[in-house]
């Protein structure tokens, strides 16, 4: 009975940390939440990274310091923003990395034209059969959105043909 329990509270717990949000207030189209993430990049990141140099900054430091400052959720969603826009074009595996946590945290289920470019972001630029397979869910909620949709379906067949492949 303990490994039925175990496992339907795992298999919730997994499920529900692999859906975007429909909570406005986790999300940047929140007017606090935005006012606060661009306070805590002047105050906090934007220095950190000048520290750095052409090094990444301390992301364990920073995610500690805003935490402490806010909250765990605005620390992962201000850390993970500044990874993808430090990480792309310089390391696309960390880069596709902060795009899944981003994507699947804290951008909306029916913002269909982002989750849209977020998967073609993973398709272009992943081998990562767990980024992938990410991506395609989004993808898949995109298209059903509007099925007629030509970008729509071009990510999911580029994304079903690379899973396939791999």
Known sequence: MKKIIMMTVLAAATCCAKAQTTDRSLTEHDAAVRAKDSTIKVDIINPAEQEAGEDAADWAALVQTIT???????????????????????????????????????????????????????????????????????????????????????????????????
């Open 68 to 166: 402490q400052k806010y909250d765990a959720v605005t620390a992962d969603r201000t850390i993970t923003k500044a990874k993808i826009y430090y990480y792309y074009g310089k390391d696309w595996p960390a880069f596709c990395a902060g795009i899944v946590n981003y994507t699947d945290h804290y951008e909306l289920a029916n913002d269909y034209p982002l989750l849209d470019k977020n998967a073609a972001m993973i398709l272009k630029n992943s081998d990562d059969a767990a980024q992938l397979k990410e991506a395609l869910r989004w993808s898949k909620s995109a298209s059903a959105s509007d099925p007629n949709n030509a970008t729509y379906k071009a990510t999911l067949d580029g994304l079903s043909t690379k899973i396939a492949g791999n």
